[in-house]
């Protein structure tokens, strides 16, 4: 249905807007480190994303973790591709320039889906993100 829909959409902006807010602050080298995008999938329906900075992300560190966002009740995040990631789940910019080795792999660079929760892994609404750091929906 429509709200099923909705939460797809508002999660892929988030997603969106939190993998733009890393990929700024490590071009403007805030806390002089590198900023990056957690992804986890852990536990079945308490999917969330994180904004961190530094080397890697440690769950629960409040050094690291800055901003946790628990996505939305019918959302779910699937088909997670990224390069250079292997069993991880990060998006990392490099501090200065932005660009990141942890670019999608997937078709058209995609990176991660936003599934709907009655829908499996069926990939509704993609994020793409480039080597170049252009990161789009698709």
Known sequence: GYQRESDASTTREQIIATLRAAQSKAITGQSTSTWGVHFD??????????????ASYAAGSTSVETEKTPLLQRARLTNIDINGNTGGNDIIFSRLTGLTSNYGTSTNSRAVCVSLNTDGTTCKLGVAVTAQGLINPL
């Open 41 to 54: 999938t852990a536990t079945a329906d308490q999917h969330f994303f994180s904004l961190f900075h530094g």
